[in-house]
């Protein structure tokens, strides 16, 4: 007796009627067996049935391989209800992974070669879908004659799965490339769409196609006009727009063609202008062809007129009140601030406005378009807006939002006191985003303003009393009464209120922060140090001080202990020398900027064009670009001592923030040329007298960037030179970031040295050879 | 366009078109992360988030998630535009298409998805051709349904199988 097969549909009913998990299982295996055995059996009527059953339970997540043979009969059959179903499961189990993959170009060629019409469909479709390279160039003249075909229905999907050959095998452009200028007459929007695909494949594929191809833009732009000057059409018009999907795919490939080539820009300017102009915007399918008109100027040479109306256009997306439009406005935006920084400029404060966006996706992006936009003249007001931002702002952006407005407040502070109280806002606020660096520039920035020293100790104590639980703020706010307590105590800060503080206050706060859970070892740390230091720069005895410190000499905390035993000793033994010991700290000298390699490796990941698209500035690869830990050897600056004390005593001063740089050879300015600027700085390690390390950065205060700069030296026969690899080639104009090169100098003889530069760059235009010798090097560079 | 899935708000899937060569454990890796991400999503969030390296377009229909991968130089909007236009094309097929019709004729949905796109691109633009192409390949299918019944009904009646 045969057993009726279920038909998919009661199958279907069944799967779903199941109730639990399990019993679903039950019902597919079961029917599963029946399905495996049909197949052995060999059941031809029905196998079409068994196969589209078995896809719907591998749609369902169940496996479906012993299905693939089935495929490759059904696909053979003469039946065309057999075809259809044979193809779908082709497509559907037997990708290019699969073994029996390759079986189906045989069935595949006799079909496009003697199919129906639908049959011929069916085929195409599957190998434009699952093709794998083989298969494609076994059966590229085969669909290749297809193009000439004279069904529509045939030939537009011949030319698409020409287009996926093109992506399997490139040499395969060859075949394809031909047909197209007569495919290009075609009035088929369907073929005409497809056509035009294909050539932007080859186009991408081949500089030698698309300069073949740049002859056909004239014919490309009349296609367009006539599209857009067209009235409705039923069958291809959305919301008043003809054809949208033909013209967004023209204007690609005018795109393409018109990038860095002057001509075919010019050629395709009016059409754009008009394209900008009169597209209905009310509905998502005329906004969809602004947007790729948008693109595309920005894109190719376009007048600076046209550029402005595209940004415009951006612009009024901005303010549309479709999410998704505002989305691609500020995505567009971001990919144009670098190479259109004034026209994005106008629309700033919409861009701004856009932060309060609910959707992260659009405030993430409108906070990644802020940060691009600070420039020295809207720095106060930005920060400002950022940091009210940052006050509200999801968590997951806190971090970039933080790195930011530290980054922009250290490109374009307007005034030291104006940077500190950035930072300090910012480490308020998010304190625990900030990252390890911040606290080392805060206390470096300080440092080095001396007429800010008091507003930054009263600033920053009255914050600590206030919240002792983010950490940077904390470390930083503990440096600073180390350093400067006296200056707190005087009270005499004039920029901010008046600050009456008692010398027991500082030190409670500091003990509290010492005893607080909340604070790390190396916050710890820094409060012991400060509390050490604070005992030369009190009035009153140091017993409180004494014992903590001493108290401490037993923590568990190895690092503190160690600490603390060496203060301790300090007192005991040498407290003469204490005093010389806990000075003020002398001005630390900062590393140059380096590139961070890292950082630039993962964004070319994310770059895939060689064409040159502008890159998207994200405020973390802004960051690294800045690597302020100094890198370069010096010693601390120390007193003499004894040498077992002196090895204790040279970690006390090894603070972590940024040694102080050993310079005592002054630096040089050997070369200037119309705002390029060569300055030499020096370093002589004392391990090495005679190795001399010496600097060279080049700076550029002019209106145009410096390119292609190298820079070459050349010694005396008796010294040994090393010169390492420069940190870039373009200095950018108006104070941009310097290239630094470290050259290394032997001279164990002590010869007196002389050291000859050559350097080539680009500049203003035009090319430029300098070779001179440094005549002012200071004589400490040899003796 | 690298491929489109359509699943229901409680993960379920109903369709799934790859259009680039990925093993079976990797598409299934990428629907189920893919229909985690699109479902934790608000519903006033806009219609666009990245993944990966890729770009998703994704639009709620009633109960079902219609959901396109599309690459970097890829158009967003346009993308949505080829979404909605499937959608027409399902509804005016099925008329008045739900998801119980994409669940018990999915072979349909698969079909009709393949005269609109080809190889992830879009190769007709006429709504009408599209309609006509898929009602024409039914008829066909029906005619070699009868075809293939009729004689057997036959030799099974007069004892020859």
Partial sequence: MVVPSLKLQDLIEEIRGAKTQAQEREVIQKECAHIRASFRDGDPLHRHRQLAKLLYVHML??????????????????????????????????????????????????????????????????????GSAEMCRDLATEVEKLLLQPSPYVRKKAVLTAVHMIRKVPELSNIF?????????????????????????????????????????????????????????????????????????????????????????ETMNDLLAQVATNTETSRNAGNAVLLETVLTIMDIRSAA???????????????????????????????????????????????????????????????????????SSNV?????????????????????????????????????????????????????HVRDDAVANLTQLIGGAQELHAYSVCRLYSALAEDISQQPLVQVAAWCIGEYGDLLLEGSCEETEP?????????????????????????????????????????GDNNRIRQVVSIYGSCLDVELQQRAVEYNTLFRKYDHMRAAILEKMPLMERGGPQVDEEAEESKEARLSEAAPVPTEPQASKLLDLLDLLDGTSGDSQHPPLDPSPGGTLVHLLDLPCAPPALAPIPNVKVFEREGLQLNLSFARPSEIPALLLITATATNSSGSDVTHFV???????????????????????????????????????????????????????????????????????WQ | MQFMLLFSRQGKLRLQKWYVPLSDKEKKKITRELVQTVLARKPKMCSFLEWRDLKIVYKRYASLYFCCAIEDQDNELITLEIIHRYVELLDKYFGSVCELDIIFNFEKAYFILDEFLLGGEVQETSKKNVLKAIEQADLLQEVSYKEAETPRSVLEEIGLT
């Avoid at chain 1, 693939?68 to 779908?88: H, N, T, V, W």
Wanted: charged share 20%.
């Fill in chain 1, 177 to 265: 490339l031909p047909p197209c200028a007569q495919l290009l007459q075609e009035r088929h929007h369907g073929i005409l769409l497809g056509t035009i695909t294909l050539i932007t494949e080859l186009c991408e594929g081949s500089p030698a196609a698309l300069r073949h191809f740049r002859k056909v833009v004239p014919q490309l732009v009349e296609i367009l006009r006539t599209l857009v000057t067209s009235g409705y059409s039923a069958e291809h018009s959305i919301s008043g727009v003809s054809d949208p999907f033909l013209q967004v795919q023209i204007l690609r490939l005018l795109r393409i063609l018109g990038r860095n080539h002057e001509d075919s820009s």
């Fill in chain 1, 61 to 130: 997540g169940y496996p479906a391989h012993f299905g693939q043979m089935e495929c490759l009969k059904l696909i053979a059959s003469p039946r065309f209800s057999d075809k259809r179903m044979g193809y779908l499961g082709a497509m559907l189990l037997l990708d290019e992974r699969q073994d029996a993959h390759l079986l189906i170009t045989n069935s595949i060629k006799n079909d496009l070669s003697q199919g129906s019409q639908p049959v011929q469909g069916l085929a195409l479709c599957t190998l434009s879908t699952v």
């Fill in chain 1, 499 to 539: 600050l009456q503080v008692e010398e027991e206050e500082v030190l409670v706060l500091l003990e509290k922060v010492l005893q607080s859970h909340m604070s790390l070892p190396a916050t710890r740390g820094y409060a012991l140090t400060a509390l050490m230091k604070l005992s030369t720069r009190l009035r």
């Fill in chain 1, 380 to 432: 106060r007001s930005m920060t400002r807006e950022l940091q009210g931002f940052l006050e509200s702002c999801p968590p997951d952006l806190r971090a970039d939002c933080a790195s930011g407005i530290l980054l922009a407040a250290e490109r374009f502070a307007p005034t030291k006191r104006w940077h500190i109280d950035t930072i300090l806002h910012v480490l308020t606020t998010a304190g625990t």
């Fill in chain 1, 711 to 781: 820079c070459q030296a050349a010694v005396p026969k008796s010294i040994q030179l090393q010169l390492q690899a420069p940190s870039g080639d373009t200095v950018p104009a108006q104070g941009g970031l310097p290239i630094t090169q470290l050259l290394r100098i032997l001279n164990p003889n002590k010869a007196p040295l002389r050291l000859k530069l050559r350097l080539t760059y680009n500049h203003f235009g035009q090319s430029v050879q300098e070779i001179f010798e440094v005549n002012n090097l200071p004589l400490e560079t």
């Fill in chain 1, 305 to 375: 007129g046209l550029r402005v109306l595209a940004v415009n256009i951006l612009g009024r997306f901005l303010l549309n009140s479709d999410k998704n439009i505002r989305y691609v406005a500020l995505t567009s935006l971001l990919r144009l601030v670098q190479s259109d920084h004034s026209a994005v400029q106008r629309h700033r404060s919409t861009v701004v406005e856009c932060l309060q966006e609910p959707d992260t996706s659009l405030s993430r992006r409108a906070l990644e378009l802020s940060l691009a936009l600070v420039n």
